[in-house]
């Protein structure tokens, strides 16, 4: 069975930073992408970014480039979601979730899909 | 504002059909295939649809996808209460070199 593991709720202050991991098993981790997306309260879905599993290779979306990072540990089949310089609009439920599809060693193909996902870590950033 | 344009509710009694389109633009459903995801409150979404039109094993057939153009459209044909929940369509942007999504579309069932 395929299962995405996130750690738990964190609370931040403004300016802070939090990072967020996502252990997957059931599945041979380096063969695949892991994606991950945000929801803030009562509102839809915004993808953040990716990393190829295999090579570490990261592709993010515009507006979080420079205060975002993801990387992963093959050894412990786990991805990291970073995001630096916190500020009240990140609070959110942040997921991760397996890309589905065709892998090169540049990425995940754009026709590809998300499953499964993880169960999502709350993030509150509050001063 | 959502890249994608999906309507924020729809209803049915059980039984009934229901659609739910998803609108967006050459640079997105245009050129690319489209998923759909639920979720219900408190919980992740899952994936519905992948590929425009195809079911993952596990997702009753009353569940179809559909794409035309700039639009997609996810069927919901007899539909039971279980069916209540949130509805996302996504897909890749190229130029805004993004995945991106719908706002949502909130099924209840009357």
């Known amino acids: 069975q395929v299962l995405l593991v996130q750690s738990g709720a964190e609370v931040k202050k403004p300016g802070a930073s939090v990072t967020v991991s996502c252990k997957a098993s059931g599945y041979t981790f380096t063969m695949y992408a892991m994606h991950w997306v945000r929801q803030a309260p009562g509102q839809g879905l915004e993808w953040m970014g990716w990393i190829h599993g295999g090579n570490g290779n990261t592709k993010y979306a515009q507006k979080f480039q420079g205060r975002v990072t993801i990387t992963r540990d093959t050894f412990a089949n786990t991805g990291y979601l970073e995001l630096n310089s916190l500020r009240a609009e990140d609070t959110a439920v942040y997921y991760c979730a397996r890309d589905l599809g065709r892998l090169e060693d540049l990425g995940p193909s754009v026709e590809n899909w998300f499953d499964p996902w993880g169960q999502g870590t709350r993030v509150t950033v509050a001063s | 504002q959502s890249v994608l344009t999906q309507p924020p509710s729809a209803s049915g009694t059980p039984g009934q059909r229901v659609t739910i389109s998803c609108s967006g633009s050459?640079?997105?459903?245009?050129?690319?295939?489209v998923n759909w995801y639920q979720q219900f409150p408190g919980t992740a979404p899952k994936l519905l649809i992948y590929s425009s039109d195809h079911r993952p094993s596990g997702v009753p057939d009353r569940f179809s996808g559909s794409k035309s153009g700039t639009s997609a459209s996810l069927a919901i044909s007899g539909l039971q209460s279980e069916d209540e929940a949130d509805y996302f369509c996504?897909?890749?942007?190229?130029?805004?070199?993004?995945?991106?999504f719908g706002g949502g579309t909130k099924v209840t069932v009357l």
């Open positions: 050459s640079s997105s459903i245009g050129r690319n295939t």
């Open positions: 996504a897909t890749w942007h190229g130029s805004l070199n993004a995945w991106v």
